[in-house]
C-alpha cells in the first residue's frame, strides 16, 4: 500500500496541467468515485491491523495534496486566460481607416468659420417645423405655386407639420425673438420629396445666412458673399449675380462663382460657361420683417442660402451627390487628412 501511494504521489506531482481538458482528466483519474485514490481507501480494508494508523495518515495526505494540486492549478489556467485579454494593447495601430470627418462637415465648419470672421453667429433649428415658420411667415400665400417648387414632406398627412424645405425656416425663428441687430448663420438638414439622381437627393445640407440692421443694403450683401467666395475658393475666384425670385427676398438674385476647375475658361464641370451657381440671395422682403414683428420702416437686411453638397462638390470634384450618403469607406478615406 505504501508503495502505491508514493507512486500515485510522483505521478500527481508529474501531471501536465496544460489546458482545462487536463484539469478534468486530473480529476476523473485520480479522485472521481472510480479513480486511483477511491479505490486505494476501498483497498484499506486489506491493510494490517498496526499499519492502519500510518496509512490512513498518508492516504489522507494524498487525497488532500491531489485536491490541492488540481484547485492551485485550476486558478493558475484561469488567471491565464483573463491576463491574455487584458494583454491585449487596443492602442496598437489596426493599419485600417481610423475614422476621420464626413466632407459634408469639412465644409460646413469651413463655410462657418468664415462668417463667423465677419461677426455672424450660429442658429439652428427644429427639422420639423409648422406652416408658419416654414412658408407663411415667409411670404408664401396659401395656395401659392411657390410652394410646389418645394416639393414639402408632410408629417401624419398634416398640411401644418412638415419636414423643412429649407434653411430659412430659422431666420424666422431668429427674427421673432426680436433681438436687433440680426447677424447669422444656420446650418442644417433639409428635405424635399425628389427623386434621388447625382444631382439631387430627398435630403441634403443648406447653409442660411441673415443680417438685419438699420440700412443694410444689397452693397452689403455683394460684399459679404465676394468675402466669402475669395475665402472659400481662393483669392481669384469672380462673382456675378443674376436676378432671380424668393418669396421671401426682394430683390432676388442667384450667384455663381468663377468656376474653381478651369479658373471660367470653360470645362464640363460648369457646362463650358465657366460659371458656377451656388447660392439664392436678396434683400429681406418687407413682408417677411413685419411678419415676424419687426419695423421694416427702420431696418433692412439680406439673406442668403446655399447647399453644402453642391459647394462640397465643387470643391472636392465630386461628381455623384449620392456618394455623400453611402457610407462607403473607400469613397470616406480620402477625407481622412483633412481637419
Ligand atoms: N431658401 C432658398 C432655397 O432653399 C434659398 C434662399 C435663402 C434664397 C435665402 C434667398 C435667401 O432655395
Redesign the pocket.
Known sequence: MKEKIEQLLQQIEQFKFTDKEALENFRLKFLSKKGLIPALFADFKSVAPEDRKEMGLLLNELKNKAQDYLKTNQEALEQQTTTAASTLDVTLPSGHFKGGRHPLSIVRKEINSIFERLGFVISEGPEIEDDFHNFSALNFPPEHPARDMQDTFFIHKNPDIALR????SV?VRVMEQGKLPVRIIAPGR?FRNEAISARAHCIFH?I??LYIDKEVSFADLKQTLYYFAQEFFGKKTRIRFRPSY?P??ET?AEMDVSCNICGGKGCNICKYSGWVEI????MVDPNVLEACGIDSNEYTGF???MGIERITMMKYQINDLRLFFENDIRFLQQFEQIQ
Not at 424645405?165 to 430659412?168: E, K, L, P, R
Not at 447660392?279 to 436678396?282: D, E, H, K, S, T
Open positions: 424645405t429649407h434653411t430659412s431666420q433639409v443648406q442660411e445666412g424668393f421671401f427676398t432676388s447660392l439664392g440671395c436678396g439673406a442668403f442660402g
